[in-house]
């Protein structure tokens, strides 16, 4: 089993939909969680990172479940400048484990 | 302010043979990871080095080593190169043994 497994998609949805991502993982001990975007053919971007509490970004909101060690990012109102590759990463000591990443695309 | 700087960008190289690869952190930043991206997939932790020493490692044979300079620079190198060592290769830096990771723009490897 994967660390951290993610539905790769694609995701094709319109401008102004609301779209939810979501990913799990295996090791109980990790403590830190993040979603990275990536876009084509360039370096990952740290979106936001994600917590117990449920955390929010503007359009973004990212939760956190240690019980089913499940992580989920919703996008609201989406805009073509989300398209993107979305990475759910999770904590392995102080490296980052990355999922396989889903990808969405926004149509006008 | 430079952000993590990665040489070269692109590189072809023959079956078998050796590369090194290179990294110079994000001013402020100790901690350096190497990861490798192969197409269609999300990037694999390969190692980390901080204070010149390889403090974790991923599921990656021996032909990949590194390195870490005083300066906190670094090197990737791999050995015996196979095909399926084609990839882009990231290096992300870090200060001290945070999270706060920067991502270099990668080095895109072609063994052929």
């Known amino acids: 089993r994967k660390e951290v497994e993610q539905d790769p998609g694609p995701f094709n949805v319109p401008e102004g939909a609301t779209v939810a991502f979501n990913c799990t993982y295996s090791?109980?001990?990790?403590?830190?969680f993040f979603w990275y975007r990536q876009d084509c053919r360039k370096e990952p971007k740290l979106l936001m990172s994600?917590?117990?509490s449920g955390n929010e970004d503007g359009r973004f909101t990212a939760q956190l479940n240690r019980a089913s060690q499940y992580i989920s990012l919703l996008i609201r109102d989406s805009k073509l400048s989300d398209s993107a590759t979305y990475l759910c990463?999770?904590?392995?000591?102080?490296?980052?484990?990355f999922g396989k990443g889903t990808t969405l695309s926004v149509s006008s | 302010d430079a952000g993590v700087t990665q040489s070269p960008t692109h590189l072809i190289k023959t079956r078998g043979q050796q590369v090194t690869l290179r990294c110079s952190p994000k001013?402020?930043?100790?901690?350096v990871s190497w990861y490798q991206q192969a197409l269609g997939q999300g990037p694999q932790f390969i190692f980390q080095?901080?204070?010149?020493?390889?403090?974790q490692r991923g599921n990656f044979p021996d032909r990949f080593s590194g390195h870490q300079f005083p300066n906190y620079s670094s090197e990737l190198n791999v050995n015996a190169l196979l095909l399926g060592d084609s990839a882009l290769y990231l290096c992300?830096?870090?200060?001290?043994?945070?999270?706060?990771?920067?991502f270099g723009s990668g080095t895109r490897l072609t063994v052929v």
């Open positions: 990463v999770v904590s392995r000591g102080t490296a980052l484990i």
């Open positions: 090791n109980s001990a990790s403590q830190s």
């Open positions: 994600v917590y117990s």
């Open positions: 001013s402020g930043h100790d901690t």
């Open positions: 080095y901080y204070e010149e020493e390889e403090r």
């Open positions: 992300a830096s870090a200060p001290g043994r945070d999270y706060g990771y920067t």
